[in-house]
């Protein structure tokens, strides 16, 4: 699906909390959007997906104008938000019942997915029998049960320690090459962002505002040996450089 934002922004009262953006998504892209907390980074996700809308500007899904929460999408949020009373296969097949559709006629595909993100065995588990990790692998397949052409992700793996994100950031790379739908993924991570990016979009702190787009031209997959590429540690001192010159992050104290 392809995600077109021509002079996009938000007020909230007087706080304009997203200035206006532009920007051209295309279909099966992966787009990574890195910023500080509170530039709207969070708020442009709910804007695409229309569950707010445009104060300024318009925002076109598949070239529609979106003008009401779209329902051919997947979202993840930072918490997993499982059904506790449900395994781990019925809390993915939970949104196939909200949409009115047959659970039975997705049970296969819900299967393929939780095998797909490495819970097949977890099938009948519980969510207080997963760990964090295993919990937000539900919700990601949850999210894909229904085939969106695209998925909106909001600092999906926020909650987790180093060692799980970098699993998950390994596994959600393999699941996007495979399906190859068109993901937003929001992050604080500067190196989640280049990691698994076709393009960065690097946001300006409130108002947020895009300040630049860096496209990533490291070769896929990119497994754990990726940290290393020159092209990676380039682009990582090139947004972190930005972040410096705005004054969201601080250089190392100067010596006594």
């Known amino acids: 699906m392809t995600v077109e934002l021509r002079g996009a922004g938000r007020r909230f009262g007087t706080l304009q909390a997203v200035s206006?953006?532009?920007?051209?998504?295309?279909?099966?892209?992966?787009?990574?959007?890195?910023?500080?907390?509170?530039?709207?980074?969070?708020?442009?996700?709910?804007?695409?997906?229309?569950?707010i809308g445009v104060t300024e500007g318009d925002i076109a899904v598949n070239g529609r104008p979106v003008r009401a929460p779209l329902t051919e999408l997947g979202i993840v949020f930072q918490q997993p938000v499982l059904l506790e009373w449900r395994t781990a296969l019925r809390n993915v097949l939970f949104q196939v019942e909200m949409r009115g559709l047959r659970p039975d006629a997705y049970r296969a595909r819900a299967l393929e997915l939780l095998d797909q993100v490495g819970l097949r065995d977890f099938a009948g588990a519980y969510p207080h029998q997963l760990s964090g990790g295993m919990r937000q692998r539900v919700a990601i397949a949850r999210s894909l049960v229904h085939d969106p052409?695209?998925?909106?992700?909001?600092?999906?793996?926020?909650?987790?320690?180093?060692?799980?994100?970098?699993?998950?950031?390994?596994?959600?790379?393999?699941?996007?090459?495979?399906?190859?739908?068109?993901?937003?993924?929001?992050t604080h991570s500067v190196d989640e962002a280049v990691l698994l990016a076709d393009?960065?979009?690097?946001?300006?702190?409130?108002?947020?505002?895009?300040?630049?787009?860096?496209?990533i031209d490291l070769p896929r997959p990119r497994g754990l040996a990726a940290r290393r590429h020159p092209v990676f540690l380039e682009l990582e001192e090139r947004i972190t450089d930005i972040f410096l010159s705005r004054g969201v992050l601080r250089g190392e104290p100067a010596a006594a």
């Open 20 to 51: 206006p953006v532009d920007l051209s998504i295309a279909d099966g892209e992966f787009i990574a959007i890195v910023g500080p907390s509170g530039c709207g980074k969070s708020t442009l996700l709910r804007m695409i997906s229309g569950l």
């Open 149 to 186: 052409g695209l998925l909106l992700m909001d600092e999906p793996f926020g909650a987790l320690d180093a060692l799980t994100r970098e699993q998950m950031r390994l596994d959600l790379e393999a699941l996007w090459l495979r399906r190859r739908m068109t993901v937003l993924f929001v």
């Open 199 to 215: 393009r960065v979009v690097v946001m300006s702190p409130r108002p947020g505002r895009v300040d630049q787009v860096l496209e």
